[in-house]
T-cell receptor, first 114, second 112 residues
Framework: DGGITQSPKYLFRKEGQNVTLSCEQN?????MYWYRQDPGQGLRLIYYSQIVNDFQKGDIAEGYSVSREKKESFPLTVTSAQKNPTAFYLC?????????????FGDGTRLSIL | GQQLNQSPQSMFIQEGEDVSMNCTSSSIFNTWLWYKQDPGEGPVLLIA?????ELTSNGRLTAQFGITRKDSFLNISASIPSDVGIYFC????????????FGTGTRLTIIP
C-alpha cells in the first residue's frame, strides 16, 4: 500500500534534548517536505528536499535539521535550539519539486515538551 | 513566508446545508489545491485545479480556479457529519523554486 509514514505518532521531549521525527515514503517521489502546524494556524515550511543529498531551508528552519541520504527517507531533528517545539509536524512528498503535482501528506507527529 | 487569505475562518452549519469558502491572493498562482484535515491527521487532497476558470467536482465538492488566477473557491453541497474538519487551500506558482503556499484554513463544524 503506497503512502507516507510518519513515526512516532506522539513524541515527548525533555528540555535540552534533541529528538528525531521519521518520515518514509514508498511513492517514488523525488521531493519531500517538513511542515509545522500550530493550533488554529496553517502550515509553515521548515525544510524541503528535491533530490537525495540535497535540501533547502524553508520559512522557519531555525532550531531544526534534516538529512536526505535515501530517496525514501527524510528525517527531521528538532534540536535543543528550538525553544518552542510543541507543535504538530507534517511530512509531505511530491513527484517533483518544480512540477505542479500536488503534495501528499503523512498523518503527522505531535511533539510535546515534558 | 506568505500565507493565502482564506475565509471564513470558521463555519457552524446544520447538516444538509451547503458550504462555501474561498481563498484569495495578491499574486497569481498557476495551480490551486484544496485539502481537508481531520483532527490529529494529515491533510488529504480533495481537488486540484490547473487552469484559470476551471471548475472541477469531486462528489459533493466543487472547486473553481478564479479567472484572475488570484483566487479559488470550494463549495460543499448537502453537508454531512463527516465533512467536519479543517479545509486548506494551497497555491503554486511553478516559477523556479517557488514553494506551495497554504491558506490559514477554514474550520467546519456541523451543529446537530
Amino acid at each position: 500500500d503506497g503512502g507516507i509514514t510518519q513515526s512516532p505518532k506522539y513524541l515527548f521531549r525533555k528540555e535540552g534534548q534533541n529528538v528525531t521525527l521519521s518520515c518514509e515514503q514508498n511513492l517514488n517521489h523525488d521531493a519531500m517536505y517538513w511542515y509545522r502546524q500550530d493550533p488554529g494556524q496553517g502550515l509553515r515550511l521548515i525544510y524541503y528536499s528535491q533530490i537525495v543529498n540535497d535540501f533547502q531551508k524553508g520559512d522557519i528552519a531555525e532550531g531544526y535539521s534534516v538529512s536526505r541520504e535515501k530517496k525514501e527517507s527524510f528525517p527531521l531533528t528538532v534540536t535543543s535550539a528550538q525553544k518552542n517545539p510543541t507543535a504538530f509536524y507534517l511530512c509531505a512528498s511530491s513527484i517533483q519539486e518544480t512540477s505542479n503535482q500536488p503534495q501528499h501528506f503523512g498523518d503527522g507527529t505531535r511533539l510535546s515538551i515534558l | 513566508g506568505q500565507q493565502l487569505n482564506q475565509s471564513p475562518q470558521s463555519m457552524f452549519i446544520q447538516e444538509g446545508e451547503d458550504v462555501s469558502m474561498n481563498c484569495t491572493s495578491s499574486s497569481i498562482f498557476n495551480t490551486w489545491l484544496w485539502y481537508k484535515q481531520d483532527p490529529g491527521e494529515g491533510p488529504v487532497l480533495l481537488i486540484a485545479l490547473y487552469k484559470a476558470g476551471e471548475l472541477t467536482s469531486n462528489g459533493r465538492l466543487t472547486a473553481q480556479f478564479g479567472i484572475t488566477r488570484k483566487d479559488s473557491f470550494l463549495n460543499i453541497s448537502a453537508s454531512i457529519p463527516s465533512d467536519v474538519g479543517i479545509y486548506f487551500c494551497a497555491g503554486l506558482r511553478n516559477f523556479g523554486n517557488e514553494k506551495l503556499t497554504f491558506g490559514t484554513g477554514t474550520r467546519l463544524t456541523i451543529i446537530p
